[in-house]
């Protein structure tokens, strides 16, 4: 542990939301890299649209917007602005599918960037997905399946 995040620590508080601490003697606190998720309802089928990239920091944001209220059976993921994604974010995305199936709906994902795709076909969950190069495309994916 660097000596910043001990000193936090032991004084029993974290820096703010949004901040993280760099590693240089007595560090200053950097602003993290933009990241916002947005979502729309279109029937019963959710669309969220992800702005930056997916990792273990922002990953809990993603999970939050397509937290199952009961409102969608089905979920478009709108990566077109995802350049990277860690396997924390596959995992989300994983765990979101899972629960749908169970009940009958999908997840779909629309406008992956080659390399979200290559992390998709490494970690085998590219193949359990539909894909489609446009939102509107994967809603009709998700509506037809």
Same mark, same amino acid.
């Not at 059976?73 to 995992?91: E, H, I, P, Q």
């Given at each position: 542990?660097?000596?910043?995040?001990?000193?936090v620590?032991?004084a029993?508080r974290? =820096?703010p939301?949004?901040?993280r &601490?760099? *590693?240089? /003697?007595?560090?200053?606190?950097?602003? @993290?890299?933009?990241f916002? %998720?947005?979502?729309?309802?279109?029937?019963?089928?959710?669309?969220?649209?992800?702005?930056?990239?997916?990792?273990?920091?922002?990953a =809990?944001?993603?999970a939050?917007? &397509?937290? *199952?209220? /009961?409102?969608f059976?089905?979920?478009? @993921?709108?990566?077109?602005? %995802?350049?990277?994604?860690?396997?924390?974010?596959?995992?989300v995305?994983f765990?979101?599918?899972?629960?749908l199936?169970r009940?009958?709906?999908?997840?779909?994902?629309a406008?992956?960037?080659?390399?979200?795709?290559?992390?998709?076909?490494?970690?085998?969950?590219?193949?359990?997905?539909?894909i489609?190069?446009?939102?509107?495309?994967?809603?009709?994916?998700l509506e037809?399946?």
């Open positions: 542990m660097n000596e910043c995040a001990a000193r620590r032991r029993g974290l =820096p939301v949004g901040w &601490a760099v *590693d240089r /003697g007595h560090p200053p606190l950097t602003p @993290l890299p933009r916002r %998720v947005s979502h729309a309802q279109r029937g019963r089928v959710r669309v969220v649209e992800v702005d930056g990239d997916v990792d273990m920091l922002t =809990p944001a993603l939050g917007t &397509a937290c *199952d209220d /009961g409102s059976d089905g979920v478009v @993921l709108d990566l077109a602005k %995802v350049r990277f994604m860690s396997l924390t974010g596959v995992r995305i765990s979101l599918s899972r629960m199936s009940r009958g709906g999908g997840v779909a994902l406008c992956v960037h080659r390399d979200v795709a290559r992390v998709l076909e490494m970690s085998g969950l590219a193949g359990t997905l539909l489609a190069d446009d939102v509107p495309a994967a809603v009709r994916l037809t399946s």
